[in-house]
């Protein structure tokens, strides 16, 4: 759901509902969200989507 442990982090819904949304467009922008907020704390991995 993002990088939830970090305050003010943007919070996404569960996989599931995003995959109800059947728009790959916004699972990329997701991703880049995710990535550029992980980066930011310094982390150099998170927990990929669940498949």
Do not use: Q, Y
């Not at 990329?28 to 969200?33: F, L, N």
């Not at 995710?34 to 669940?50: I, K, M, Q, R, S």
């Amino acid at each position: 759901h993002g990088h939830s442990n970090v305050r003010d982090a943007v919070i996404f819904p569960h996989n599931i509902g995003l995959g109800a949304a059947n728009d790959p467009n916004l699972m990329e922008r997701i991703g880049t969200v995710t990535a550029l907020e992980v980066a930011a704390t310094g982390v150099d991995w998170t927990f990929g989507p669940c498949l």
